[in-house]
């Protein structure tokens, strides 16, 4: 395994290979980490100097933009939004604590039968659309939050599916960070009820899979949107959306095969994950697409308590936040099957449900209350009783006085930028927000 490549691959940019690492390799991880964060405070170091002292012109204006867009604190517009960005670095990466047969997203998942083999179009479709229906709910629900219309207002638009993503819901955007550490943690640990655990021997021992963890990795420069990765894609993509009047939606199979940075969210959990989103609705899974090494290492209880602890045990990427005290009521919405008209019009027009295959909101209704559906939840979701409903009222999720309370006061009065230095470098000149 080469760290020092300049192509930024490991292994000669063998993608169709699984390959076999050993406890040294892992060292050597851990130390392309360090270095990447020195690489990441020297480009900020630069942005900074700049920006002090503004000189140049043509290439040298480009450079110094790019670096900036690398370095953190500017507000770049995204197909389906702007963001604010947190530090870049040259790799992108994805951990798995075993050797999956296939590594897709939560919601991909879900769209295979317990064969392995993918449902039809039609059951896809109904499984997105109930899920869409979810996350409109997370939406209403974490809107009456003092921090997010401020969010929204002073800084960024907010990306709520991918933080849907990241406080559990189901979609088809697979998580990468662009930190090895982060990826050798979900790696090497186990999620316990509301909490992470090293692994066990008897974890470890349970099969011939669990013996093994993955990861995932690719160069910064093959499929990260704001390098210029995966150029075709995104030229064909930007061309079918020419003629739109409206944003566009991230996990509609338009805009697969790129990754995306979050930026910073309201909520902390996406950017103490350096966390990036890969859209892949119309990705068989990544394993087998071209664009990942796979690097396979042996589980030992002693590297798992190392990462354990070299993570605080979890707390540098899952923090202690306000929102964590809404987990009850976020889990009640991860597997409703109680929907409003609303939740159901925003599923179907403003997250573009397939036209296709339910060419009315009307026929969609009926179908998503049918026998039909209630027998696909059942198989795909392990429910003995599948039944949605969707009638004109709300769904109320009831959060007390003094938890709204709590919530609000650990965000409020907080520095939005705080996670990036204070600062904004850079901003569209269209972009008229007020920070």
């Not at 963001?83 to 075993?98: A, D, M, N, V, Y």
């Not at 990468?176 to 982060?182: F, G, K």
């Amino acid at each position: 395994m080469n760290i020092h490549d300049e192509s930024g691959w490991l292994f000669e940019a063998d993608t169709k290979n699984t390959h076999d690492i050993t406890p040294q390799d892992l060292q050597l991880l851990l130390k392309l980490a360090e270095e990447e964060d020195r690489w990441a405070e020297n480009v900020k170091q630069e942005v900074e100097y700049h920006d002090a002292h503004p000189h140049g012109s043509g290439i040298e204006i480009l450079f110094n933009d790019l670096r900036v867009m690398n370095g953190e604190g500017a507000i770049v517009q995204f197909p389906f939004g702007y963001i604010c960005t947190f530090r870049s670095k040259r790799h992108l990466f994805r951990g798995e604590p075993q050797d999956y047969d296939f590594s897709e997203a939560s919601l991909s998942r879900r769209c295979r039968k317990s064969s392995g083999k993918k449902r039809s179009q039609r059951e896809i479709e109904l499984l997105h659309i109930i899920a869409n229906m979810r996350v409109a709910q997370f939406r209403k629900f974490i809107w009456q939050f003092d921090i997010i219309p401020q969010w929204e207002g002073k800084l960024s638009e907010v990306n709520y599916k991918a933080l849907a993503q990241h406080y559990g819901f189901e979609t088809f955007l697979l998580d990468l960070t662009n930190d090895i550490r982060n990826a050798l943690f979900f790696a090497t640990c186990k999620w316990e009820k509301d909490h992470f655990e090293p692994l066990t021997q008897k974890d470890i021992c349970q099969s011939e899979r669990s013996r093994y963890g993955v990861i995932y990795h690719t160069p910064d420069w093959k499929i990260d949107f704001m390098n210029g990765g995966n150029l075709l894609k995104l030229h064909s993509s930007f061309e079918k959306e020419r003629d739109r009047k409206r944003p566009s939606i991230i996990d509609t199979g338009l805009w697969d095969g790129v990754a995306y940075q979050i930026g910073l969210q309201p909520f902390y959990r996406c950017h103490t994950q350096s966390g990036y989103v890969y859209p892949m609705k119309t990705i068989e899974d990544i394993r087998h697409n071209g664009e990942f090494e796979r690097l396979r290492f042996p589980q030992t209880v002693e590297f798992s308590n190392y990462i354990f602890q070299m993570m605080e045990e979890g707390k540098k990427i899952y923090p202690e936040e306000g929102i964590t005290k809404a987990m009850g009521v976020l889990e009640q919405m991860r597997g409703t099957l109680k929907f409003s008209e609303d939740d159901l019009l925003w599923a179907y027009e403003y997250d573009e449900g397939d036209k296709k295959e339910f060419p009315s909101i009307d026929q969609l209704r009926d179908v998503l209350q049918s026998e039909e559906t209630a027998r696909l939840i059942e198989d795909a979701y392990g429910v003995a009783d599948g039944q949605i409903t969707v009638s004109e009222n709300e769904v109320e999720y009831h959060l007390s006085e003094n938890a709204m309370n709590e919530i609000n006061a650990s965000y409020n009065d907080k520095s939005f930028l705080a996670p990036i230095g204070g600062k904004i470098y850079m901003k569209p000149s269209s972009f008229d927000k007020n920070y």
